[in-house]
């Protein structure tokens, strides 16, 4: 008797997350990526900012999984998140997070090699001034050539 093997129709992965030597675990590519792909959509619960701010007010953390958009809302990938959320942080980043219709996606600014580290720049904006004391507690260990030493970003340098 002959076997039929099941034809697949699904696309092979294009990155997969695993340890990274930037922090934690990250996500890195396992084929190449051309520039301008849309790899996957940051998805978590849609909180506000206080919501937020009750949920972590005993987390004294700079970790998290929060993604904050324009419109003050917050992406919490805690629950429900996709692989996005082990994206880290570069100040050289070959990725970037783009708002489309209120949806978060993170697309490559760049043709991307396997084996690869992605990474978007978090830019993260505190209410509180960016002191050197705030920048070095959220500290960026990116390794890249002009790295500015923070994952903040750097539209507020008081
Ligand atoms: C969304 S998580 C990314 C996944 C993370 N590596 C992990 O294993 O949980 C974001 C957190 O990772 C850390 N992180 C990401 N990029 C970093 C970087 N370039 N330098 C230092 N820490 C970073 C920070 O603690 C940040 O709040
Ligand atoms: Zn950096």
Redesign the pocket.
Known sequence: MTTKKKASNSKPRRFVVRN?G?????VFALTRIPAGTRLIEYKGERLTEKQVDRRYAKDD???????ALDDGMVID?TYGGSS????????APNCEAVDDEDRIYIETLRAIRPGEEL?YD?G?ELEERHTPAMKRY??????ARR?RGT?LSDKRKK
Do not use: Q
């Open positions: 990274s930037i922090h934690g675990k990250g953390s700079p970790h998290t999984f929060l993604f990938a996005a959320r082990w994206i880290n942080h570069s100040c990474s978090y993260i959220y500290e960026c260990r990116c390794g790295c994952i």
